[in-house]
């Protein structure tokens, strides 16, 4: 590496150097435990800049975001730029967002990853200095990361929220605060945000053509969802404590769900073809989860080795060519995005079956389209709000009016459990 110039900044730590006419930096970042040479490159750029300024203001950036992460702030210490309101702000979500376990929720690690893209461009900033062209450069940030429109405007919603929270605890002005009030949401079609599709029903012969080509595990899962219209968040952490099998309708109360910090009771009607598909992992003990990865794993690999062509003396044994020390083990409760792996590894397996016999055939293969677990739900929807009208569709899917509930909960009940009779 080719150095023909080092520079010195007295607020910034290690040396900024010149390699072929492009700024390097080499320090000691905190939580770093030796030095490190690293392109000085603006956000959205290929190579380092030529710029000395530039430079010094992507060093500083990343000097703070780096300092922040490795040492939160205290109370007592004040706030004055972008990274240590963010230290600050973090420290206070992680005891406000909070369940009733003392668990932290979803919401902690969304407002983690929505700062992101901020504290990459402005964390040397100074907070009085971050204005509405600013929150504009972090939303231009967020288009460059692909993410959605309607992505975008939640995680700016989050922002300008942690400027309201700094001001209500006396950090910051509330000008700052007023004028990134200014700054409207992305509207559909009028920005380069990327729009996605609206989430539509999948058809039910899809459903069922994907289920052989899964475990029962995920088999199970896919269809009990169908039937009744849960959340994936609610499926997955189903557990046989959770279940009311005392009528003909069996209610389930999850444990966690979407509505339970507005302190309304969700209750998913099971049906008797729901219940018929739910009683084999039931014989568990009450508080283990019904679907487990592990038990799904286990599945897929029994029916590996039935169908294994090669006779047991040759090739590998069971067993040995497995790694000792996996990089990722399997838990005792399927997360959200692992189901939706699992039922897209079924849909690919699906979908490669259906091409190879068309092929031998010789004819146009007839594709499955992509679906997720989310769609399930708006297929249950759909189906009962055909044939039992929306109060009814709404009811089963637990959406409830916030000024209504004390008089249409236990009516809307009632229609939740005609429509597992006739469809769970």
């Not at 972008?82 to 230290?87: G, N, P």
């Amino acid at each position: 590496m080719t150095r023909y110039a080092r520079h010195r900044n007295e607020d910034i730590p290690g040396t900024i150097y010149l390699n072929k006419s492009r700024y390097w930096w080499k320090v000691k970042l905190p939580g770093e435990k030796k030095l490190k040479s690293r392109a000085l490159r603006p956000i959205g750029a290929k190579y380092a800049t030529s710029n000395y300024n530039v430079a010094c203001e992507v060093a500083r950036n990343l000097w703070e975001a780096a300092v922040y992460k490795e040492h939160p702030l205290s109370n007592q210490v004040e706030v004055t730029n972008i990274a240590s309101l963010i230290a600050a702000y973090l420290q206070h979500c992680d005891t406000y967002y909070m369940d009733e376990n003392g668990k932290p929720t979803k919401e902690i690690w969304e407002i983690r990853y929505t700062l992101k893209p901020m504290t990459e461009v402005f964390a040397a900033l100074k907070v009085e200095e971050f204005g509405p062209l600013r929150l504009i450069e972090v939303r231009d940030r967020m288009i460059q990361l692909d993410w959605s429109r309607k992505m975008i405007n939640q995680r700016v919603g989050r922002i300008k929220r942690m400027f309201k929270w700094a001001v209500s605890r006396q950090l910051i002005s509330p000008v700052v605060y007023h004028g990134l009030m200014t700054v409207e949401g992305l509207k559909r079609n009028r920005s380069a945000a990327r729009e996605t599709p609206k989430r539509r029903p999948v058809k039910e012969q899809y459903v069922y053509a994907v289920l052989p080509f899964t475990t029962p595990v995920v088999a199970t899962m896919i269809e009990l969802q169908l039937l009744t219209g849960m959340r994936p968040g609610e499926l997955v952490i189903m557990r046989p404590a959770d279940i009311d099998r005392s009528g003909k309708v069996w209610h389930y109360y999850p444990e966690k769900h979407k509505n339970q910090h507005r302190n309304i009771e969700r209750i998913v009607a099971i049906g008797p073809r729901g219940q018929e598909l739910l009683r084999p992992y039931l014989l568990r003990p009450e508080t283990e989860f019904c679907f487990s990865p592990k038990e799904s794993e286990k599945m897929r690999l029994e029916k590996l080795h039935a169908e294994r062509v090669v006779p047991i003396g040759y090739g590998n044994r069971p067993g040995t060519n497995r790694v000792k020390v996996p990089q990722k083990k399997l838990g005792d409760v399927y997360t959200v995005s692992g189901y939706g792996h699992a039922v897209m590894h079924a849909l690919k397996a699906a979908n490669k079956a259906i091409t190879e016999k068309a092929e031998a055939a010789g004819v146009d293969p007839e594709l499955i389209p992509h679906w997720t677990p989310y769609q399930l739900r708006h297929t249950n929807a759909t189906k009962i709000r055909k044939e039992l009208g929306y109060e009814t569709a709404g009811a089963a899917l637990g959406h409830k009016n916030m000024s209504a509930t004390a008089i249409y909960a236990e009516r809307n009940q009632g229609l939740a459990d005609e429509a597992a009779k006739r469809f769970g």
